[in-house]
């Protein structure tokens, strides 16, 4: 092979390597795109009840999530789970948390998924804060 063609088939495989990695790139999730499944509601709701609608009632959520607008979920997942309640900060499972926090994007009319929202710091951080349409 000429070194013309060398040079080129070099060229081309790392041409073809970018756009496989551009096309693998992990485009963040808003609120908006239904990060947590519907059956996290109840179970949420009947733990926001017993730990949370004591200091928070339902309306307090959207000025906060205003205030947290474009910062990675896992940002306010772990501000909640580490600091609440406050009689008890991080009492809860993690799984327990996120129910929670699947409970308050439903109140606060973000739609729901098909996958339920976990405590995994990776999902969680591809995720943004946004403030709902709804």
Known sequence: MSRSRSVFAWQLMVGLFCVVIWSEEVHPQTLSDGVYAAEQIQPGGELYKKH????????????????????PLNNFFLTMATTMPESNPGMLYDEEYADILAYILSLNKYPAGNEKLTADPAKLKAITLSVSAG
């Open 52 to 71: 949370c609608i004591s200091c928070h009632d339902k309306k307090y959520f959207g000025p906060v999530f205003k205030a947290w607008s474009g910062q």
